[in-house]
């Protein structure tokens, strides 16, 4: 039954148009409930009153709600975002540079978190009720507890302060990546080896687990090639959902570390009150998650033969 | 066993079960030497947050002789570029946290539990919308939620305590929305029904109370997450205003002196650090002590 996989696929993507237009629509209303002259605010304090005035006019600021929400959502589509209050570049270039670093950031937190989460919440399961188990999830405990910003900084001090191995913040090379992506993996790595424990824990009750066991199979061979099979399986949707905490810790890790990412962009925006920046940042952070989300229910259903899509 | 004795053995067991299903869940909670220590930390914290005016000085008394003092018996936790004592400033900070975060999750709760009632309830278009709109919040990751929010509404108490609630809205509509689905199936809701009930009445003698656990288990744990959010605006200088002793706002202004002095950003995180471990502890020891079944899957 492999027929209805490519209805699924699309039912899911046209299910996703929906939730990406509710984002345009809300960031569009939220930037209009700030009191104030919305064009002034766009303009920023430095413009002029006639700047002022061609960007009211402009931007069709005079025109009725629905007509403004159609035209900024024909822009966005079309990747205009708008200048910067502040610089006067255009927001989408300044997206672009900064999104290189972040992804960069992400990807590597991600990768790193299900490489150590696994393998702990694997130890964990093997390992179950003895001192192994116990240290694991007292530090997955600490990973889901200890505030990523100040992670971050108890890291900076003693690798890059005390001991000097690697740079305290910046970027540019490999090395000043180490820290940022430790830092920020410490939430998910968390939760991924939580999940994998739990999940593994579960599967190794299966009667199928039994029946490999009883076939002689020794107890290693039985996690690794039968048990954690099944068990990835909701790994795979946290791992998904973890991307918006993740996405969240980017923009304190990118603070701390002074990494050059949309996340510490956003912030100096916000500062700045630059508005049409910070608008554009949010589209793209929520666009970010939606489809990471979607992927993963998609990868979802190819790990899994045992869903039904319909 | 006579229908007569099985009647009053079930009596007897309604009654009695009713108090020491309590007891046996606090039993259980305390039994629990993980959750114990949490409740302990939590105690002592609180505590001390509520008891701070009678411990400490005043929090924002400046003295330029003992500015970026090490610790030490004077100071035991140091002082800050102005001179501030940072164990009074910490100990105050917990006010202002507990407050946030507290006031967060209540906001948060009375928003959330009468949509997500309505909509498990109501079913049909409202749930539809409803959940649409849950689905719209949850586009946006919680932080960022929050942070987009305080860009709209500008810092101060007042403004992270709406951003994080609104950020945590979502949790709760859809945790009592999915109790309610379950619960308006039962077959005594049923019963209730044809005894003449009417809606409010079952929505607010039984529905409710069913959601209650779930709820309580989901505070907890929300408490830690809303302090930690706070936390995180006010260390990007976002949240609460300085001078008030917010431990993340503290956390951030610390960063600037952290090359030569370690104490200001490090005892204002482990504060957080230390309140959000044992909410979480808390948090998870109460799912396991009141929803058995629940706990014995994690």
């Excluded at chain 1, 079309?78 to 992804?103: C, K, Q, Y």
């Excluded at chain 2, 004077?74 to 507990?98: E, K, M, N, W």
């Amino acid at each position: 039954m492999r027929a209805p996989l490519g209805r699924y696929v699309v039912r899911r993507l046209l299910y996703a148009l929906p939730t990406l237009l509710g984002v345009t629509l809300a960031v569009f209303l939220l930037v209009r409930l700030i009191p104030g002259d919305p064009a002034r605010l766009i303009a920023g304090l430095l413009a002029s009153d006639d700047e002022v005035q061609r960007l009211r006019v402009e931007l069709g600021l005079d025109r009725p709600m629905p007509e403004q929400y159609a035209r900024f959502l024909a822009s966005v589509l079309a990747g205009n975002f708008g200048l910067s209050a502040v610089t006067r570049t255009p927001v989408i270039e300044e997206i672009g540079i900064r999104m290189r670093a972040t992804l960069t950031l992400a990807v590597t937190s991600t990768a790193l978190a299900v490489a150590a989460g696994l393998s702990a919440g694997v130890l964990a399961a093997a390992y179950h009720n003895t001192a192994v188990d116990y240290a694991v999830m007292m530090a997955a405990l600490g990973g889901v507890s200890v505030p990523v910003f100040w992670l971050g900084i108890m890291l900076m001090l003693l690798f890059a302060v005390h001991l000097h191995w690697v740079p305290a913040g910046g970027s540019g090379t490999p090395a000043h990546l180490i820290l940022p992506a430790v830092t920020l993996a410490a939430f998910s790595t968390a939760i991924v080896a939580r999940m994998t424990r739990g999940s593994l824990l579960e599967t190794l009750n299966l009667d199928f687990v039994r029946t490999a066991r009883a076939k002689g199979i020794g107890e290693g061979a039985v996690i690794i090639r039968h048990a954690l099979r099944n068990a990835l399986i909701p790994v795979v949707t946290v791992v998904g959902l973890q991307f918006g905490t993740l996405l969240g810790g980017a923009v304190l890790t990118e603070t701390t570390f002074a990494w050059p990412g949309l996340g510490r962009l956003l912030v100096s925006a916000i500062t700045a009150r630059d508005y049409p920046v910070i608008q554009g940042i949010v589209i793209v952070f929520a666009a970010m998650f939606v489809v990471v989300n979607l992927v993963t229910d998609l990868l979802y259903v190819a790990v899994d033969p045992r869903i039904r899509y319909g | 066993m006579s229908p007569s004795t099985r009647a009053s053995d079930t009596d007897k067991g309604v009654r009695s079960t009713i108090p020491s299903a309590g007891r046996s869940a606090w039993d259980r909670l305390r039994r629990r030497r993980t959750a114990a220590a949490g409740l302990v930390v939590l105690g002592m914290l609180l505590a001390s947050s509520l008891a701070a005016p009678l411990l400490m000085g005043d929090p924002d008394a400046v003295d330029f002789a003992a500015v970026l003092q090490s610790p030490s018996p004077a100071h035991p936790l140091g002082t800050d570029q102005l001179g501030r004592d940072l164990l009074t400033r910490v100990i105050y900070g917990g006010r202002i946290s507990f407050l946030i975060g507290a006031l967060a999750v209540l906001l948060a709760l009375a928003a959330g539990i009468p949509v997500g009632v309505i909509s498990g309830y109501a079913g049909g278009t409202v749930d539809l919308l409803v959940q649409r709109g849950v689905d719209l919040l949850l586009a946006f990751p919680g932080f960022l939620l929050a942070l987009t929010l305080i860009a709209v509404l500008g810092v101060g108490v007042t403004n992270v305590v709406v951003s994080v609630a609104v950020a945590a809205i979502p949790v709760y509509v859809r945790l009592v929305r999915g109790a309610t689905l379950v619960i308006r199936e039962q077959t005594y809701i049923e019963a209730a029904r044809a005894l003449g009930a009417g809606d409010r009445a079952i929505i607010l003698r039984h529905v409710l109370p069913n959601c209650l656990t779930p709820v309580i288990v989901q505070s907890t744990l929300q408490l830690g997450a809303a302090i930690l959010t706070a936390a995180g605006l006010g260390f990007l200088g976002l949240g609460v205003r300085p001078p008030t002793p917010e431990w993340g706002t503290m956390l951030g202004e610390g960063q600037t002196y952290l090359l030569s002095y370690w104490f200001i950003a490090t005892f204002p995180g482990l504060a957080i650090f230390l309140v959000v471990m044992a909410f979480n502890l808390v948090g998870d020891g109460l799912r396991d002590a009141l929803d058995p079944r629940a706990g014995a899957r994690g």
